[in-house]
């Protein structure tokens, strides 16, 4: 089935830095690639996702880079903010057949701004 | 206000107890989901179901039981046979159809053993 890896574990920057989470995946036919955002006691919201035949997507200061070859992708974010401290996931969507819709997530990544 | 609702927030359990958790979408969904979540870990699959009266095993549904007898409703039962259930369980839900559209998450239950 498919694995997903996901790096650093935990990320610490300043406010106004910019923040780097990169996952990979071993199922060379997954084709969706979302990334959630869980804040403390919440559920995990979605915050932006990529399809395999695009390979870059942005949504403000958010960007999502795909690299299928490499079986890659990346959560970009720039000038971050206090409120983006939250955990952040990666997932990719298994292959068709019975685990239609089902998605692998990354392990999580702990992104801490500093004011 | 559409969403996935998730009942209660908080939950105990005691020595071979079954209990069950909630999870009600008002978003007409057909595919429903039951993940189970760890300190330090990913979120694992435990069950999901993809349209009313069918659902499949996922990667960790040895301990627990569903059913989805309406389409709103897919509620997971603990059973005493789960020997670690205490965890943060997520309940989620995505349109039907090519699998791409975005998977909806409830906030939560947190169950812990009593």
């Known amino acids: 089935g498919e694995n997903v890896e996901q790096h650093p574990s935990t990320l610490s920057v300043q406010e106004g830095d910019s923040a780097v989470i990169k996952c990979t995946y071993s199922d060379s036919a997954s084709n969706y690639f979302p990334w959630y955002k869980q804040e403390l006691g919440k559920g995990p919201q979605l915050i932006i996702d990529?399809?395999?035949?695009?390979g870059e997507k942005k949504d403000q200061r958010i960007a999502v880079t795909l690299n299928k070859t490499a079986k890659h992708f990346s959560l970009h974010i720039t000038e971050t903010q206090p409120e983006d401290s939250a955990v952040y996931f990666c997932?990719?969507?298994?292959?068709?057949?019975?685990?239609?819709?089902?998605?692998?997530f990354g392990q999580g990544t702990i992104l801490t701004v500093h004011p | 206000d559409g969403g996935i609702t998730q009942s209660p927030k908080y939950l105990f359990r005691k020595e071979g107890q079954n209990v069950t958790l909630s999870c009600e979408q008002n978003?007409?969904?057909?595919?429903m989901y039951w993940y189970r979540q760890d300190p330090g870990q990913g979120l694992r699959l435990i069950y999901y179901s993809q349209i009313v009266n069918d659902f499949q095993k996922g990667d960790i549904a040895e301990g627990y039981s569903v059913s989805r007898e309406k389409k709103e409703s897919f509620p997971l039962t603990v059973t005493s046979a789960q020997k670690n259930p205490t965890a943060f369980y997520l309940c989620?839900?995505?349109?039907?159809?090519?699998?791409?559209?975005?998977?909806?998450f409830g906030d939560g239950t947190r169950l812990s053993i009593l």
């Open positions: 990529i399809r395999s035949n695009v």
């Open positions: 989620a839900s995505r349109q039907g159809g090519t699998g791409n559209q975005p998977q909806h």
């Open positions: 978003l007409n969904h057909d595919a």
């Open positions: 997932a990719a969507r298994a292959a068709g057949g019975t685990s239609y819709g089902k998605l692998t």
